[in-house]
């Protein structure tokens, strides 16, 4: 082989490695971690020296405090992965990223993360990172055998990242909103169990041993009954604002509510697509959250 082969084939080998590693870090959940900004565009501070910089900072440390989970999981749950139509395929399941590069880059990606509020002299955010991936790795040692326990703690994972956004930018969340915010993301982990144990049917069990101990009815009811909290919870907020901005916040309201009567249609067809995608992925749910986005703009 000559040399300009053994450099081409060099090239191809940390192409694949690359590519391997960036899709076990789930690029497509990468998303998730915007709700950083939620607590700085309601309080209106993304202008500020530590508004939106000190933001991307935290959305940064949880893309690298989440893909260190993933590098976990995926080397935790190799065995049983090999077992999945689709998740047969990820890297370390597949054999294409190395368990001990996987585990060598979850440990760099944890302490990237972990960094982050030093760089912005913030302990709070560290904190909310470090609570963030204790959770994350507890859940996948003992909690994900809990029924609803399991959901909450799946659901306190975007609920850190709110909180992560608010420490970074150092705007107080009020009480409503950490309940939007928790309603919300509760409803959305009752609505990743449902689709799982329609979609997989049996298959649900061996993937999920949890999954033997919920119906699909009662998660059903579950992913409903959050989301028209949420709204009522949202618009029992909005109603409290100055009469100005109140009238923005309350038509808001509407595209939110549209949005999540979207996924619950998308949810209740027993879709094998990823909850993740039915929110981020799908036009007229995009579209009902740019229309909010806007007029939750307007009013501030």
């Not at 955010?125 to 003992?142: H, Q």
Request: proline fraction near 5%; hydrophobic fraction near 50%.
């Amino acid at each position: 082989m000559t040399i300009d082969a053994q450099a081409g084939a060099r090239t191809t080998r940390l192409m694949r490695w690359l590519t391997a590693v960036l899709v076990t870090t789930r690029p497509r959940q990468w998303p998730k971690n915007l709700l950083v900004f939620a607590a700085p565009l309601a309080g209106g501070s993304l202008g500020r020296d530590d508004g939106l910089g000190y933001a991307l900072v935290a959305a940064t440390a949880f893309v690298c405090a989440s893909a260190a989970v993933y590098l976990a999981n995926d080397v935790a749950d190799a065995e049983r992965d090999r077992q999945h139509p689709r998740k047969r395929h990820r890297p370390v399941a597949a054999g294409t990223l190395p368990r001990s590069h996987a585990i060598v880059l979850c440990v760099i990606a944890a302490a990237a993360a972990m960094a982050s509020g030093i760089v912005i002299s913030e302990p709070l955010l560290t904190v909310a990172v470090g609570g963030y991936l204790g959770i994350s790795f507890l859940y996948s040692a003992v909690l994900k055998r809990i029924p609803v326990v399991e959901m909450v703690f799946v659901a306190s994972g975007f609920l850190l990242r709110v909180l992560g956004g608010t420490a970074a930018t150092h705007v107080p969340p009020s009480g409503w909103f950490l309940l939007v915010c928790a309603l919300g993301a509760f409803g959305v982990a009752a609505a990743k169990r449902y689709t799982e144990l329609v979609s997989l049917g049996p298959a649900a069990v061996a993937h999920r041993p949890v999954m033997r101990r919920y119906r699909p009815g009662l998660l059903r009811l579950t992913q409903l009954a959050a989301g028209a909290a949420m709204i009522a919870a949202y618009l029992t907020w909005a109603s409290g604002q100055p009469p100005g901005i109140a009238y923005w916040h309350l038509a808001s309201g509407v595209p939110m509510a549209g949005a999540l009567i979207r996924f619950g249609i998308l949810t209740g067809r027993g879709t094998a697509t990823a909850v993740e995608d039915l929110l981020t992925r799908d036009a007229v749910t995009v579209s009902c959250g740019l229309a909010w986005l806007a007029l939750f703009t307007a009013g501030l």
